[in-house]
């Protein structure tokens, strides 16, 4: 008897929870979710709420509130509500109007100086995660939004998790055309150096206004992202050229932190500092090349030396026959 008036309270408590919102309509979905506009009665605010199903499929994204919970961030979704039911998770979010960053990304790619602001905002955001210890694990323009203001916000935190020091994860998850090449391998990785990768993606995006793997089919598509193979237009600036030349690079243990992309001379144009060296120090104390090979052509896009047991050729072979089974969304 006590069980069934319990369940009674939760019920009723539940209902004069999600009665607190006025349900406006759809403004998203995703693999795992749907995302509804609704309005708080009480001040008129309007918030997103994102509907999360309480089913075997969802369970991997099921930690999202926890993690959405640790994050406090101007670059980042706001949380201010978890309603749980029996059957649903609540999470109702801070609305930014302004629609996804994708939206905002005309054919050809945006200016410079707009590109500039948004991607360190997005690296600051992904910076201040992975201080957190949390991974992203789907950082794409579907997964920033811009808001009132013109700042953008990290959303999407349903594949994130915690992380710790050193290559301990297999799993394929994300967006296909986002992978790091370790990932599609099925390769032990580090979570934030995929999410490194990832922005790599992106700032090539910002810049083209397309991504730099594009294949016919799925396997096309993953075999590009295996062998590092991509072309940049001529009209990107020749440091971004260098920045995206440095994160897209095959080993990941190359590739630069959050912090050190921060601290690009690309990003840090018009900021003033002191001593003029200091991020050519930042760099080269890295190991990171300022430069991209005077050579062109494919070869200049791989950026491993022919010399490393793991170049690309060493690469593929792993690639055609670990490809099948891959998991994603094109």
Same mark, same amino acid.
């Given at each position: 008897?006590?069980?069934?008036?319990?369940?009674?309270?939760?019920?009723?408590?539940?209902?004069?929870?999600?009665?607190?919102?006025?349900?406006?309509?759809?403004?998203?979905?995703?693999?795992?979710?749907?995302?509804?506009?609704?309005?708080?009665?009480?001040?008129?605010?309007?918030?997103?709420?994102?509907?999360?199903?309480?089913?075997?499929?969802?369970?991997?994204?099921?930690?999202?509130?926890?993690?959405?919970?640790?994050?406090?961030?101007?670059?980042?979704?706001?949380?201010?509500?978890?309603?749980?039911?029996?059957?649903?998770?609540?999470?109702?979010?801070?609305?930014?109007?302004?629609?996804?960053?994708?939206?905002?990304?005309?054919?050809?790619?945006?200016?410079?100086?707009?590109?500039?602001?948004?991607?360190?905002?997005?690296?600051?955001?992904?910076?201040?995660?992975?201080?957190?210890?949390?991974?992203?694990?789907?950082?794409? =323009?579907?997964? #920033?939004? +811009?808001? %009132? &203001?013109?700042? !953008?916000?990290? @959303?999407?935190?349903?594949?994130?998790?915690?992380?710790?020091?050193?290559?301990?994860?297999?799993?394929?998850?994300?967006?296909?055309?986002?992978?790091?090449?370790?990932?599609?391998?099925?390769?032990?990785?580090?979570?934030?150096?995929?999410?490194?990768?990832?922005?790599?993606?992106?700032?090539?995006?910002?810049?083209?206004?397309?991504?730099?793997?594009?294949?016919?089919?799925?396997?096309?598509?993953?075999?590009?992202?295996?062998?590092?193979?991509?072309?940049? =237009?001529?009209? #990107?600036? +020749?440091? %971004? &050229?260098?920045? !995206?030349?440095? @994160?897209?690079?095959?080993?990941?243990?190359?590739?630069?932190?959050?912090?050190?992309?921060?601290?690009?001379?690309?990003?840090?144009?018009?900021?003033?500092?002191?001593?003029?060296?200091?991020?050519?120090?930042?760099?080269?104390?890295?190991?990171?090349?300022?430069?991209?090979?005077?050579?062109?052509?494919?070869?200049?896009?791989?950026?491993?030396?022919?010399?490393?047991?793991?170049?690309?050729?060493?690469?593929?072979?792993?690639?055609?026959?670990?490809?099948?089974?891959?998991?994603?969304? +094109?």
């Amino acid at each position: 008897m006590k069980t069934n008036t319990t369940e009674q309270k939760r019920k009723r408590q539940t209902h004069i929870n999600t009665d607190h919102y006025e349900f406006l309509g759809v403004i998203g979905h995703g693999g795992f979710s749907l995302i509804k506009l609704a309005r708080h009665h009480l001040t008129g605010a309007e918030v997103a709420v994102k509907v999360v199903c309480k089913n075997e499929k969802n369970m991997p994204v099921l930690s999202e509130p926890n993690i959405m919970r640790s994050l406090d961030h101007p670059n980042i979704i706001r949380l201010f509500q978890i309603i749980e039911t029996q059957r649903n998770i609540y999470i109702i979010m801070e609305y930014a109007d302004g629609g996804k960053l994708l939206h905002h990304i005309p054919p050809g790619g945006m200016q410079e100086e707009k590109a500039r602001r948004f991607f360190k905002q997005v690296v600051s955001a992904v910076d201040y995660c992975h201080d957190k210890g949390i991974v992203h694990r789907d950082l794409k =323009p579907e997964n #920033v939004v +811009v808001d %009132a &203001r013109g700042n !953008i916000k990290l @959303i999407d935190f349903g594949l994130s998790t915690w992380f710790t020091s050193g290559p301990n994860r297999r799993h394929v998850w994300g967006t296909l055309s986002h992978l790091a090449p370790e990932v599609v391998l099925r390769q032990a990785h580090e979570g934030p150096h995929v999410d490194i990768w990832s922005l790599g993606v992106m700032l090539y995006f910002l810049l083209t206004g397309t991504r730099p793997f594009v294949g016919r089919t799925t396997e096309d598509l993953l075999s590009q992202i295996v062998l590092g193979t991509f072309n940049i =237009p001529d009209r #990107v600036p +020749v440091e %971004a &050229r260098q920045l !995206i030349h440095q @994160i897209l690079t095959l080993n990941p243990r190359k590739r630069p932190t959050c912090k050190q992309i921060l601290q690009h001379p690309w990003l840090t144009q018009g900021e003033v500092f002191q001593g003029p060296s200091r991020h050519c120090q930042i760099f080269q104390s890295s190991g990171l090349p300022l430069q991209t090979p005077a050579s062109s052509g494919p070869a200049q896009d791989l950026l491993w030396p022919t010399t490393d047991p793991h170049h690309s050729s060493g690469l593929a072979q792993i690639y055609l026959t670990g490809l099948h089974g891959c998991q994603g969304q +094109v």
